[in-house]
């Protein structure tokens, strides 16, 4: 660690965290395909080229006693509400965060899968933070193309290697990529899946990044790379930010309206024609729920069938409906009133997650809330749902005994 310069954002009393919970009963083998992993200091360590390795993202100390990474003298905080899991509600905080001030199991992979026993889950997608965005966007970002190339080259030889390769039954591989030049984006894709990655991250809407929207042929390299290798393209609610509010709105809007986001961000991919134009093309809007799935799908059926709306759908074997249905699966946490619509949706295309360690996770009760939601179930939508197609989709190995 070193000391920089006084950033002026004060720092609050923290509580301890709370005790280890008891490990909860498993009624169901959960692959939860929305959880998070906080980068440790080490990451970039020894994985960058030498020549590069002074000037790599590294964790650096304030004069208030925050730790935050740092990249081409920009601070980039560990949002501390990023890592609630483990600690008192009344200490669900926003400012950054230290690293002893969260569970070990969010950024140490050992302590980790222990959690994830202790909360039922056999295996997880796991997303980036903060010295990479959901999305993965930051390293496209940097003024060093060469160093923005390596950095993003390196978070993905850790994960593969460190976070995933500790324990390959119990992590699914997912990974980054490279956003300001598709064709190296689409090199390092194809470079992942040849040694097992299976999903990568995008940001929903680019064009909020300041990148080309998705109906722009720009996209065509990174796309046609994720359909040929089979890499679920994952769409995490707020990887292009959260969504544009009214003057005033504060965090509680923003996350009321995850699901309005995923709404938008969805139908834009659609129409979009990559669907369309790629069938093999697999699309998981992360963290975006289901309430809004069979609404879509009224209005898309409805826009083909009667209004004129839909001549620029470019395919005459799939309506925009049946794509919907071909190409995207969906997320849930907990929709308990909105799981009727499984059938329009279809079950096969329904996901689970437990979100771990965010404000919305339910660890580490999430096989109850999962029982609340799928007790009612026949058991075999129960156990699509839970695992099989999560396992399908992202091509991942379930345990022997499988419940229920």
């Keep these: 660690m070193v000391r920089v310069v006084k950033l002026g954002i004060k720092r609050p009393a923290t509580r301890p965290l709370l005790p280890d919970p008891e490990p909860r009963d498993v009624r169901y083998t959960l692959i939860s395909v929305d959880d998070h992993l906080m980068e440790p200091a080490h990451t970039f360590e020894g994985r960058l080229p030498a020549r590069l390795a002074e000037r790599g993202p590294r964790v650096i100390e304030t004069e208030e006693g925050h730790q935050v990474w740092m990249i081409e003298g920009t601070p980039y905080f560990q949002v501390g509400f990023m890592c609630v899991a483990g600690r008192p509600r009344e200490d669900h905080r926003i400012e950054p965060s230290r690293y002893e001030e969260v569970r070990r199991g969010c950024w140490d992979i050992h302590h980790r899968i222990k959690d994830m026993d202790i909360g039922g889950i056999w295996a997880s997608v796991n997303f980036p933070s903060g010295v990479t965005g959901f999305g993965g966007t930051l390293f496209s970002e940097l003024k060093d193309r060469e160093l923005g190339i390596a950095c993003m080259r390196a978070w993905n ?24 030049d598709p064709k190296v984006g689409a090199d390092e894709i194809v470079r992942n899946a040849k040694r097992g990655f299976t999903a990568v991250t995008l940001p929903e809407q680019p064009h909020r990044q300041g990148l080309p929207s998705v109906f722009d042929d720009y996209w065509e390299p990174i796309v046609r790379a994720c359909a040929e290798t089979g890499t679920v393209l994952n769409l995490h609610v707020g990887s292009s930010g959260f969504a544009e509010k009214a003057p005033g709105g504060g965090l509680e809007l923003g996350a009321t309206m995850f699901q309005s986001m995923a709404f938008d961000s969805c139908a834009e991919w659609l129409w979009s024609g990559w669907p369309a134009r790629y069938p093999d093309l697999k699309i998981a809007m992360s963290e975006g729920g289901i309430a809004w799935v069979a609404g879509l799908i009224d209005r898309l059926d409805n826009i083909m069938a009667r209004s004129g709306y839909g001549q620029g759908w470019p395919a005459s074997d799939v309506t925009p ?29 329904i996901l689970f997650e437990s979100d771990y360690p965010h404000g919305d996770g339910t660890w580490p009760d999430t096989q109850d809330v999962m029982q609340q939601l799928l007790g009612q179930l026949p058991v075999e939508e129960a156990r699509m749902i839970a695992h099989e197609n999560a396992a399908k989709l992202y091509r991942h190995p379930l345990p022997a005994e499988r419940l229920p």
């Design 321 to 349: 409906s049946e794509c919907l249905r071909r190409n995207f699966w969906f997320c849930m946490i907990d929709d308990p009133s909105t799981l009727v619509t499984k059938d329009t949706i279809g079950v096969e295309n």
């Design 157 to 180: 030889d850790w994960l593969f290697e460190e976070w995933h390769g500790s324990y390959p039954d119990r992590i699914v591989p997912l990974g980054i990529t490279f956003l300001t």
